[in-house]
């Protein structure tokens, strides 16, 4: 690094100078930069990592008390820091994901600069690009984009209608049952955050309205394993998005919902309306007190049973091919539906709260450079963008289906390292 314009304490190290001229920035200091890292010392490629908060803070700040991985302890296999714990098939839960991604920086000491967001990122006068933040400006020759794809929590803009009495929080911000005030809640969308936190309200003893969506759900275990092992040996986790069936349309999809809480089990919608949650279609808006609720609850609910079992299929035609001696058990059985005269709407008055677990928006507006299609995501091949020299990492699909997980982070940054490698031989063969 060339001469520092003035320095900041980072975490893992006494002090990091903030260099004005580095050949690689990476933005972002989540389990994605640290990978990234990690591959760009093994290529001896100098390089500084800028976070706008801490390490890890994404784990320790915006996850629920009682968060937990949904994939098993051994698939966290971030590079040079596979999973070293005790419960492989377990699920860590929030404060061992913190201890493992903090425990991963301090593995190395990464040159990670903290508290130093970047507000602005532009092509430079003579190539590359300039990062400006609160300490200065940086200038770099190739940049990572390591801050995943989940920037700003969506809520409906009708939200504002609801009474002002009624607490809202979205998932994001969601702690624990103890953080709402008593009363009935209404927890909105169904994907693995919603699911989650209307089982943890449930368990909690609170009466839960759960206005569901059109999440995929798939069982925790089939045939004596998880589907997550199973899937594993079919190769679904390295399959590249271009042989997926949707292609890059994958991209969008909403996760699969299951839990790994108290070493991990299904969650059925079913089972917890036969045992008191009240569950709705997709919520349509509030209207003079009155929340109204689509008439698709029934639909959304076949269709995510439809999904389990199309994974059981492929297990067992698996099981087959390869002759593997797995126990038999019976297919899953919907234990409750809802009659053809279910409730659509709910009187605003019974509710004390609402989780908004309704998903998040890309934003890349500080981004000031022309790597992004119609809809605002990065145009890249393999987190190549279109834009020389600009990368990004930890994005869903960014060219498996593991990409945006603990599993498969590593082979996308030392993908992408090889590739800055590249580039850069000529001066590093000077250099060197």
């Known amino acids: ?26 933005v972002g200091a989540g389990q994605a930069g640290l990978a990234m890292s990690w591959c760009l010392r093994r290529e001896g490629i100098a390089h500084v990592v800028l976070e706008r908060d801490t390490i890890a803070h994404e784990w320790s700040d ?14 966290c296999r971030l590079p040079g820091w596979p999973y070293r714990g005790d419960d492989p098939d377990g699920f860590m839960v929030r404060d ?26 532009e092509p430079g006068p003579d190539g ?8 200065g400006t940086l200038t770099a020759g190739r940049v990572v984009l390591a801050t995943g794809g989940y920037h700003r929590p969506v809520v409906p803009g009708w939200a504002e209608r609801l009474p002002e009495r009624i607490v809202q929080v979205h998932s994001a911000r969601y702690r624990s049952p103890q953080q709402l005030p008593p009363g009935e809640v209404l927890v909105v969308g169904s994907g693995q955050s919603g699911a989650q936190i209307a089982e943890d309200l449930h368990l909690a003893g609170r009466t839960v309205h759960l206005a569901v969506g059109r ?9 004596g394993r998880d ?26 999809g909403t996760n699969h919902y299951v839990t790994g809480r108290d070493g991990g089990r299904d969650i059925d919608l079913r089972a917890f309306a036969r045992d008191g949650m009240h569950l709705y279609g997709r919520l349509a808006g509030v209207h003079r007190g009155t929340l109204t609720f689509a008439d698709d609850l029934a639909a959304d609910l076949d269709a995510a049973d ?51 677990c309704t998903g998040f928006r890309s934003d890349w507006g500080w981004v000031r450079v022309p790597a992004f299609d119609g809809r ?24 498996t289906w593991g990409s945006g997980r603990f599993s498969g982070i590593a082979r996308d940054a030392e993908h992408l390292a090889e590739h800055i490698a590249a580039e850069l031989q000529p001066a590093l063969a000077a250099a060197g």
Request: aromatic content about 10%; glycine content about 6%; overall charge negative.
């Open 306 to 356: 439809r999904v389990s079992e199309n994974a059981k299929d492929l297990v067992d035609r698996h099981v087959a091919a390869e002759g593997i001696a797995a126990p038999t058990e019976p297919r899953y059985e919907p234990v409750w539906a809802p009659g053809p005269d279910h409730p659509t709407t709910l009187d605003a008055e019974r509710i004390g709260a609402v989780v908004w």
């Open 62 to 75: 915006a996850r629920w008390d009682s968060f937990c991985l949904v994939t098993p302890n051994w698939q």
């Open 1 to 26: 690094m060339s001469e520092s314009t003035t320095e900041l304490t980072s975490w893992g190290t006494p002090r990091v100078p903030f260099p004005a001229r580095v050949p690689v920035a990476v």
């Open 227 to 252: 589907m997550v092992a199973w899937l594993h040996d079919m190769g679904h986790y390295d399959m590249p998005v271009e042989q997926h069936r949707d292609g890059e349309a994958a991209r969008l």
């Open 376 to 399: 605002g995501y990065p145009t890249h091949s393999r987190g190549v963008t279109s834009v020389p020299g600009l990368s990004v990492l930890g994005l869903p699909w960014l060219h």
């Open 96 to 121: 061992e994901i913190v201890a493992y991604v903090r425990g991963y920086a301090a593995s190395f000491d990464p040159p990670v600069l903290e508290h130093t967001p970047v507000e602005q990122l």
């Open 215 to 223: 999440a995929p759900r798939i069982a925790r275990f089939y045939r």
């Open 128 to 135: 590359g690009f300039v990062l400006t933040t609160p300490a």
